[in-house]
């Protein structure tokens, strides 16, 4: 393999970090948030916090998070 079609993968660390730091604002602000302003049901403000979370977190910050540390890797 050719070394500048070499893909290098993050340290597994720094990824955990990063996830934990966006988790915290989320988990922390969404789920009071649906209880003042659309539920109190803990059942569906935790499926609704999960369908709000999960895709911020997979296709917001993790693609943003790599892209910018392959910037910084430039």
Same mark, same amino acid.
């Given at each position: 393999?050719?070394? $500048?079609?070499? !893909?290098?993968?993050? @340290?597994q660390?720094?990824?955990?970090?990063?996830?934990?730091?966006?988790?915290?604002?989320?988990?922390?602000? %969404?789920?009071?948030?649906?209880?003042? @302003?659309?539920?109190? @049901?803990?059942?569906?403000?935790?499926v609704? $916090?999960?369908?709000?979370?999960?895709? !911020? %977190?997979?296709?917001?910050?993790?693609?943003?998070?790599?892209?910018?540390?392959?910037?910084?890797?430039?």
């Amino acid at each position: 393999m050719n070394s $500048s079609n070499q !893909v290098l993968s993050p @340290n597994q660390h720094l990824v955990a970090t990063f996830t934990f730091a966006a988790l915290l604002p989320l988990v922390y602000y %969404i789920p009071p948030w649906l209880v003042s @302003n659309v539920t109190d @049901n803990h059942f569906f403000v935790t499926v609704l $916090s999960l369908m709000i979370i999960v895709p !911020v %977190i997979s296709y917001a910050a993790m693609p943003l998070f790599f892209k910018a540390l392959k910037k910084l890797a430039e």
